[in-house]
T-cell receptor, first 114, second 110 residues
Framework: DAGVIQSPRHEVTEMGQEVTLRCKPISGHNSLFWYRQTMMRGLELLIYFNNNVPIDDSGMPEDRFSAKMPNASFSTLKIQPSEPRDSAVYFC????????????FGEGSRLTVL | SQQGEEDPQALSIQEGENATMNCSYKTSINNLQWYRQNSGRGLVHLILIRSNEREKHSGRLRVTLDTSKKSSSLLITASRAADTASYFCATETSGSRLTFGEGTQLTVNP
């Protein structure tokens, strides 16, 4: 299995632009998590899905952030408009539904907003 | 605020020595997990210990859990330079929410 696949790996954009981060979970995994990692705040859970349904989005910072999971093999995290304070590494992770076990992480998308 | 807090924030040891990292948390948990992150990479799961377990081993890793003190420790024995990484504890509460601590940066000097 190729593991969790995220794209792009790096993105540099200007303030005010729309940013879309993409994630393909491991096949057969029905739970998907989006995390954000910064030096100041560490790893923050933004949102997670079970069977494509958002379960907990309390970590989404504000209305500029939105996440979708249109099917079991694809999710997006969108920031519109982006701000410099959104600069971070965004991780997607997946695991089998009903499992209270390990998360499998992608390699992350490093976002820099100028 | 983060559910888990690691201690120490940074640890530097010589190859062959043991490394111990601690994690404290605040609320009741279903399980506690430890992850490793190499610089610029994603997190990799190391070991999981359930709330009704007290100790678990996996290779050179030993994890303990004290639910009365709301704390856990990760011991890496006979460390190697390749163990250099950041180590995070993560607590899973009801609803499958997994919350990470701030991590311990381990440096193993050859």
């Amino acid at each position: 299995d190729a593991g969790v696949i995220q794209s792009p790996r790096h993105e540099v954009t200007e303030m005010g632009q729309e940013v879309t981060l993409r994630c393909k979970p491991i096949s057969g995994h029905n739970s998907l998590f989006w995390y954000r990692q910064t030096m100041m705040r560490g790893l923050e859970l933004l949102i997670y899905f079970n069977n494509n349904v958002p379960i907990d989005d309390s970590g989404m910072p504000e209305d500029r952030f939105s996440a979708k999971m249109p099917n079991a093999s694809f999710s997006t995290l969108k920031i519109q408009p982006s701000e410099p304070r959104d600069s971070a590494v965004y991780f997607c992770a997946s695991r089998a539904t009903g499992s209270t076990g390990e998360l499998f992480f992608g390699e992350g998308s490093r976002l820099t907003v100028l | 605020s983060q559910q888990g807090e690691e201690d120490p924030q940074a640890l530097s040891i010589q190859e062959g020595e043991n490394a111990t990292m601690n994690c404290s948390y605040k609320t009741s948990i279903n399980n506690l997990q430890w992850y490793r992150q190499n610089s610029g990479r994603g997190l990799v799961h190391l070991i999981l210990i359930r709330s009704n377990e007290r100790e678990k081993h996996s290779g050179r890793l030993r994890v303990t859990l004290d639910t009365s003190k709301k704390s856990s420790s990760l011991l890496i024995t006979a460390s190697r330079a390749a163990d250099t990484a950041s180590y995070f504890c993560a607590t899973e509460t009801s609803g499958s929410r997994l919350t990470f601590g701030e991590g311990t940066q381990l440096t193993v000097n050859p």
